[in-house]
């Protein structure tokens, strides 16, 4: 048995690192695994926000904050998907998260958030889904319908959170930036600084922890976020965690409870852009982070990592950093949290989405009007 997994490991490994001889390989970069090489996949993309991989021939679908989806098969990068929804490109806002649903190999639906303009200078994050289409010259998005839209609306360019997360059930999870309204986000009545968790046809769970009250949107699952731009599900015990954005300092990485205060903005283990303390750091109605970073490094997308390439980082959380511009392997254990490594810092630029390939490469976007998408392999 350990004879025939060692076989398959080395097949893996083989397929992995049998790029072709133009690929733009660098490295080797040091890391407690071993030397990586990072391989330049496909590019440049118009600030590519997010991953999402197909099931079939490798190929990928790729959102650029600027409005289009891409579908990559190799090197090849698509004229923008049709049918797509029209998004409020402008600040942090634009198109960002994309997911396949769980059931995609028979369905062929997919899920997407944006920023959507309501006024001259009001907008709301948004989630559409859609069937793809990709038997055609130009692959085309279906039956498109709008499931959830962040009540209500709010002028400025910020804190839209958008990552989609599935449980095991089927369950979705959405994360919502405070839109710089942060005397609401304790306000249960509004989305401003909430986790939202539906049916995947918009519907409202009966288990969800506001159903039936009167002062609480029955979609909500936690509030006290300040911009959760990464979340994760943690497969091996189907448990979430979402990754938000702080001030000049306190991102922090939380794991999920249904019906509870994260604490934005009473609650912080940061300081205002000001300098000022938070009025507190921690309270006995808030959940504490498992794990916060201060000064800021301005997290975003984020996984855990279940590969085989990299045993020794197996169940450990990556999480992009755009301030810091570099990966962070985050440990959770026995309910703490700490970081582990920083990877390739200073190498790539922003770093805005990790994923966990089907390959067992840690996948990563750079965040840049001539972003890339990446693979982090093992050295030969």
């Known amino acids: 048995?350990?004879?025939?997994?060692?076989?398959?490991?080395?097949?893996?490994?083989?397929?992995?690192?049998?790029?072709?001889?133009?690929?733009?390989?660098?490295?080797?970069?040091?890391?407690?695994?071993?030397?990586?090489?990072?391989?330049?996949?496909?590019?440049?993309?118009?600030?590519?926000?997010?991953?999402?991989?197909?099931?079939?021939?490798?190929?990928?679908?790729?959102?650029?904050?600027?409005?289009?989806?891409?579908?990559?098969?190799?090197?090849?990068?698509?004229?923008?998907?049709?049918?797509?929804?029209?998004?409020?490109?402008?600040?942090?806002?634009?198109?960002?998260?994309?997911?396949?649903?769980?059931?995609?190999?028979?369905?062929?639906?997919i899920f997407l958030s944006y920023s959507e303009q309501t006024g001259l200078s009001d907008a709301r994050t948004?989630?559409?889904?859609?069937?793809?289409?990709?038997?055609?010259?130009?692959?085309?998005?279906?039956?498109?319908?709008?499931?959830?839209?962040?009540?209500?609306?709010?002028?400025?360019?910020?804190?839209?959170?958008?990552?989609i997360v599935f449980s095991k059930s089927g369950k979705l999870f959405l994360t919502l930036g405070d839109r710089g309204n942060r005397h609401l986000v304790q306000n249960l009545s509004n989305h401003f600084g909430k986790v939202i968790r539906i049916n995947r046809d918009g519907s409202i769970p009966k288990d969800n922890p506001f159903v039936g009250r009167s002062d609480a949107l029955p979609e909500i699952w936690s509030f006290g976020h300040r911009n959760p731009q990464g979340a994760a599900m943690r497969l091996s015990d189907n448990v979430y965690f979402t990754i938000s954005h702080g001030a000049a300092g306190g991102d922090e990485v939380n794991r999920s409870q249904p019906g509870k205060n994260f604490g934005w903005p009473e609650v912080s283990f940061g300081t205002h852009y000001s300098g000022q303390p938070f009025p507190a750091s921690q309270r006995p109605d808030v959940v504490s982070p498992l794990y916060y970073w201060d000064p800021s490094i301005a997290p975003s997308g984020a996984a855990f990592y279940d590969g085989d390439l990299f045993p020794a980082w197996k169940g450990n959380l990556f999480v992009g950093a755009l301030r810091d511009r570099m990966i962070a392997r985050v440990k959770i254990s026995n309910g703490r949290a700490s970081e582990a490594e920083r990877l390739l810092e200073d190498k790539f630029g922003r770093i805005r989405d990790v994923r966990f390939g089907p390959d067992g490469a840690i996948w990563f976007a750079t965040d840049d009007n001539e972003g890339a998408i990446y693979r982090i392999i093992p050295a030969r």
């Open 126 to 163: 948004a989630l559409a889904t859609g069937i793809l289409q990709l038997n055609g010259a130009k692959p085309q998005l279906k039956k498109v319908k709008v499931i959830f839209r962040q009540k209500p609306p709010s002028s400025g360019g910020r804190h839209f959170g958008s990552r």
């Open 1 to 109: 048995m350990r004879m025939w997994k060692y076989f398959i490991n080395c097949v893996v490994l083989a397929w992995v690192t049998n790029t072709p001889a133009t690929a733009e390989m660098r490295g080797p970069f040091k890391s407690s695994a071993g030397p990586l090489m990072v391989e330049r996949l496909a590019g440049p993309f118009d600030h590519p926000w997010a991953i999402a991989f197909l099931p079939k021939n490798g190929s990928y679908l790729v959102t650029e904050r600027t409005g289009d989806l891409r579908l990559v098969q190799g090197e090849k990068i698509s004229v923008p998907v049709g049918g797509v929804p029209g998004v409020w490109a402008s600040g942090q806002g634009g198109l960002m998260d994309v997911a396949l649903d769980p059931n995609y190999s028979q369905n062929r639906r």
